[in-house]
């Protein structure tokens, strides 16, 4: 068979009609006519060679001297065996992928007689998006070459190059870029998924947090029995956090309050103060001193805690028949007591929970009279920033109670958040708590 007469098998292949057949035409260096050497594998009934891979490429080129300038090259590949389908339009093109037959790459030439320019790549996308694309173009021109790489193709020919040296290459590079970026938009999208559970785990634990916060509904009317009142604000700084707050009916009068802080911030924090509130409930003993309670759950929480974690905590039992106030602090900031116009901060040093095997706490006892408060705050507010290297400390809470107090009776909870918030850069970086607990005069009682 003459070379004229094997171009003519091809022109079947480039016409205005479709045709998807294994392309076979004569190497230029061996330059053989007739028959093809016996040494060529045999093809399969479905017209592919059985012992090399094959990769199946959508020749959308309107131009037949061009497509099959395309095809030789490709014939010329060693590996992989390249079976063209090839069609005339983009029409055809897209027609030919919404049937469902499987494409590894499209060969795109953006001047079709049905669309033109960098909007074929566009159009061709919708159709093909996890297919790569290589356009042929005529112009050598870079930066149209980057548009069309911007838009969607994974790589680009300039007709006037050898095609025999550039289209398998560029095929092949086409396929992996495309499996690179089909990679990447998988990792993305499972991170994506990944961070849309989280959201929703976080969001189920800090409904868990604040649910082990005192409800007003099961502790106003024992508070009222009492004679006491009590305000808070509870905000962890990544919707979950480490602070907790909560109370706790002693009975004969008496009610006690604690609040605790963890290292760290987030779910690791947050998980620590689930397991402090579980101990809290096994190990409490209205019998024990604040101290005593303390001991043991350091004791408790000590072998639960990782390297360099612990947690400060106040505890203090309120006894209204006495009018007393008892308490003990595992290195918590010190709570303020106001009365009659002025305030004081108590002593808090001790040991925080879980850092000593044997820790020593000490119990504070004094009066706490009819129109007395006390102030139970996390080291948010000590500790946060009121410029790049001064924090609001108690120096500034000082100021901040004592205007309150001057200009009100009782100092009110909302009122010295909103004090802090507007002195302090904002937002703060760790979980805020602040309770305000009030005795005030049961029925009968004198003010």
Request: net charge negative; glycine share 10%; hydrophobic share 40%.
């Amino acid at each position: 068979m003459s070379g004229d007469a094997a171009f003519g098998v091809a022109e079947g292949l480039v016409g205005n009609k479709a045709v998807g057949r294994l392309i076979r035409l004569p190497s230029r260096s061996q330059g053989w006519h007739g028959d093809p050497p016996k040494s060529e594998p045999a093809f399969s009934a479905a017209g592919t060679r059985q012992d090399k891979p094959s990769l199946s490429v959508l020749l959308v080129e309107d131009e037949p001297g061009d497509a099959r300038l395309v095809e030789f090259a490709l014939q010329m590949s060693s590996a992989p065996l390249f079976l063209v389908k090839h069609v005339a339009t983009l029409a055809a093109a897209i027609a030919h992928m919404q049937s469902g037959a499987e494409v590894d790459v499209i060969l795109l030439d953006l001047s079709l007689p049905d669309s033109s320019g960098i909007q074929t790549v566009s159009r061709m996308q919708e159709v093909a998006s996890k297919t790569p694309i290589v356009i042929m173009t005529g112009m050598d021109d870079p930066r149209f070459a980057a548009t069309a790489l911007e838009v969607g193709a994974q790589d680009y020919l300039i007709k006037s190059d050898d095609p025999e040296k550039t289209v398998g290459r560029a095929i092949r590079y086409a396929i992996t870029r495309m499996a690179g970026q089909i990679e990447r938009q998988t990792l993305l999208e499972r991170i994506a998924e990944q961070q849309r559970h989280l959201v929703k785990e976080v969001e189920a634990a800090r409904a868990m947090q604040f649910d082990l916060l005192p409800r007003p509904e099961r502790l106003d009317g024992q508070l009222a029995r009492l004679g006491l009142e009590v305000e808070s604000f509870f905000e962890p700084s990544s919707g979950i956090g480490g602070d907790l707050w909560g109370c706790l009916d002693c009975g004969n009068g008496r009610m006690s309050f604690f609040t605790y802080d963890f290292t760290g911030h987030g779910i690791g924090a947050a998980l620590n103060v689930f397991r402090l509130h579980a101990l809290i409930s096994d190990h409490w003993d209205p019998r024990q001193s604040p101290s005593e309670t303390l001991r043991v759950l350091s004791a408790a929480l000590r072998g639960l805690l990782g390297r360099g974690q612990f947690a400060t905590m106040f505890l203090c039992t309120l006894d209204c028949e006495r009018g007393e106030i008892e308490w003990a602090s595992a290195g918590a900031p010190a709570p303020i007591i106001m009365e009659r116009g002025e305030f004081r901060f108590l002593d808090t040093r001790g040991v925080p929970l879980g850092l000593s095997r044997a820790p020593n706490y000490i119990d504070h006892r004094e009066p706490f009279d009819i129109g007395t408060s006390l102030l139970i705050y996390s080291d948010a507010i000590t500790d946060a920033p009121v410029s790049e290297t001064a924090m609001f400390g108690e120096a500034g809470l000082s100021a901040l109670v004592g205007g309150l107090l001057a200009e009100q009776r009782n100092l009110r909870v909302e009122h010295l958040i909103d004090g802090l918030y507007g002195a302090v850069r904002n937002p703060l970086e760790d979980d805020l708590t602040a309770v305000c607990i009030r005795r005030l005069p049961r029925m009968g009682e004198a003010s």
